[in-house]
């Protein structure tokens, strides 16, 4: 079955760096576009990311542009959600998501998700 597997989180200080690492199994990785969502307490689930099929588009949202990256290897079946810069505001639990398509457009379809990893940003 399909499956996701996020890892990576933990407490940094503002200003610090994370790495987090999605690891998909159950379809062909490499067909489809992958996303990062997230969500703090207290809030909604929000996009942050997105990359195409074979890395060549990446997508973000306003808040994280210019401080987070998103990138796949397609021989690993991962993607990544590379965070610098980071803020108390981006504490949330981070959330891996596989849509139904090659590509990532505002009202695609999320499939599937992960269990998330919690990020926690220390002023």
């Known amino acids: 079955q399909v499956q996701l597997v996020e890892s990576g989180g933990g407490l940094v200080q503002a200003g610090g760096s994370l790495r987090l690492s999605c690891a998909a199994s159950g379809r062909t990785f490499s067909n489809y576009a992958m996303g990062w969502f997230r969500q703090a307490p207290g809030k909604e689930r929000e996009f942050v990311a997105a990359?195409?099929?074979?890395?060549?588009?990446?997508y973000y949202t306003d808040s994280v542009k210019g401080r987070f990256t998103m990138s796949r290897d397609n021989a690993k079946n991962t993607v990544y959600l590379q965070m610098s810069s980071l803020k108390p505001k981006d504490t949330a639990v981070y959330y891996c998501a596989w849509p139904g398509s090659k590509d990532y457009y505002e009202d695609v379809r999320w499939d599937y998700w992960g269990q998330g990893t919690q990020v926690t940003v220390s002023s």
């Open positions: 990359i195409s099929w074979n890395g060549g588009s990446t």
